[in-house]
């Protein structure tokens, strides 16, 4: 493994340990050249998937940059870390158990907004605005919709109701 830090080739490996329900393997890692420390993962890949984009261009296919997506719509949530882990663990794992070599950007999108449901609605309907292309405020409504999340719900309509007199 190249050292980030100087370049050199020859990293020494300090700590090795399961992750992720020991579906990947975190490594601790020194640079004998310049002491740097670095971590790296080592995951299973049972085969190479291309994402075909909506122009009809293919591009490898990059769990980071799912990772990544899905991260800024979960920015400020309260959702554990080891939860998301899994979720993107999980829509991997699907595409490449479908036995398909080349999947549509939009499956992905679709897998994305499925495990987002799960996991936290604010996050939901963010990742979904930005998959979906939200144009006006009545998109968001839609999806707001779509969650079963209404203004009439139980806790509004208690506060609404006089307090009882003892």
Do not use: W
């Not at 075909?52 to 769990?63: E, L, M, Q, T, Y």
């Not at 663990?89 to 799960?118: C, D, F, K, T, Y």
């Amino acid at each position: 493994m190249r050292c980030p830090y100087c370049g050199g080739l020859d990293t020494q490996v300090k700590d090795s340990r399961p992750v992720d329900d020991a579906a990947a393997i975190r490594r601790r890692r020194i640079c004998p050249d310049c002491g740097g420390r670095f971590t790296t993962f080592e995951r299973v890949q049972l085969r190479e998937l291309a994402v075909v984009k909506k122009s009809g261009r293919r591009a490898p296919f990059d769990r980071d940059k799912l990772m990544r997506s899905i991260e800024v719509a979960l920015r400020k949530r309260p959702v554990d870390p080891e939860r998301v882990e899994r979720m993107v663990n999980g829509i991997v794992r699907q595409l490449e158990s479908q036995g398909e070599a080349e999947i549509p950007s939009h499956q992905i999108g679709e897998l994305a907004m499925e495990g987002l449901r799960g996991l936290d609605d604010v996050a939901y309907v963010r990742f979904a605005s930005v998959y979906r292309d939200f144009r006006e405020a009545r998109d968001f409504s839609a999806v707001v919709d779509e969650l079963g999340v209404g203004g009439d719900d139980e806790a509004g309509q208690a506060s609404a109701s006089p307090p009882k007199k003892p």
